[in-house]
């Protein structure tokens, strides 16, 4: 579902601070970015992208434009959920400003957002009492600052996640490494395929011990961890938007065993292809 939201062209962010007992909106993107804060929900799934993870008590993320997610219930027993939603656009505090050195961690944090970003229970901590404010705050100016002050905060935090795999958001390179961001585009534009490290190394001319080492430096991960991730993203998104069979998917999206197919799968994502699929289907409404 494509979420039409309450914010006007005149208006710095949309804000709304509500208890509920249960989550029952659908699965739904907007050309907003939205920050999430929800309280007192032990239990319950968040799907973001292709993330889906069961939360604890507290959960805070940052989706950017178009990205689809979606609280649900699950197991969570609670019946006071607090949760606090901001809706934002791209442009809130104008290009031109975001583009000063002060400003480009909250611009990275925006471009990281179009994957979608959890914060650590540490930084949960740190702006806890500043959300408090914000929706107490005096309208207009005071809640922009405020706004203003908690993104800072959450640009600086350095224990934070990507949840949804950047080919399933159709998000782009984030490396700041030429060679690596070389590498990326290739690997995205042949991941059906077999590819070597080898065949990857000669790309920067580098050896492929040395173009390995270099690349889990820059990017934290191996570059095999690279690769299988893109064909995730991949294969997840065409199980959520085609009619395709989970064979068909498996190798269109570079896996040449089904059985590994699922393992790897249901290790990175936490349910199996089918059932992926399944949580799409059901949250899913189209208008």
């Not at 993330?51 to 997610?69: A, C, F, R």
């Not at 975001?98 to 471009?111: P, R």
């Not at 991730?229 to 991949?234: A, F, K, M, N, T």
Request: with cysteine; net charge positive.
């Amino acid at each position: 579902m494509t979420e039409i939201t309450p914010l006007s062209k005149e208006d710095c962010f949309y804000l709304v601070d509500r208890y509920k007992k249960q989550f029952d909106y659908p699965l739904h993107r907007h050309e907003e970015i939205e920050l999430n804060f929800v309280e007192n929900c032990e239990g319950a799934r968040r799907i973001v992208g292709d993330s889906v993870e069961v939360l604890g008590k507290y959960d805070l993320v940052i989706v950017g434009t178009g990205l689809e997610h979606v609280w649900e219930q699950y197991t969570c027993k609670s019946d006071k959920i607090r949760e606090i939603t901001i809706q934002f656009t791209p442009s809130i505090f104008g290009d031109t400003f975001l583009a000063k050195n002060q400003l480009k961690s909250i611009s990275d944090l925006f471009a990281k957002a179009t994957s979608g970003v959890a914060f650590s229970l540490g930084c949960i901590v740190r702006i806890y009492k500043l959300l408090d404010e914000l929706t107490q705050a005096q309208p207009d100016f005071y809640r922009v600052l405020k706004l203003m002050e908690i993104l800072y905060i959450l640009s600086k935090d350095e224990d934070y996640r990507l949840l949804s795999s950047t080919s399933f958001a159709k998000a782009g390179a984030t490396s700041e490494s030429r060679r690596i961001h070389k590498v990326e585009e290739y690997i995205r534009a042949n991941y059906r395929r077999e590819l070597r490290l080898e065949e990857l190394a000669l790309i920067v001319c580098m050896t492929p011990s040395a173009f390995s080492r270099f690349f889990k430096l820059r990017t934290g991960r191996t570059v095999s961890d690279y690769i299988i991730d893109v064909r995730l993203g991949h294969a997840a998104r065409m199980l959520a938007e085609t009619m395709a069979s989970v064979l068909e998917i498996c190798f269109e999206c570079g896996f040449n065993n089904v059985s590994n197919f699922n393992r790897i799968f249901k290790r990175k994502k936490g349910c199996s292809p089918s059932a992926f699929r399944e949580y799409y289907r059901k949250n899913k409404i189209i208008i």
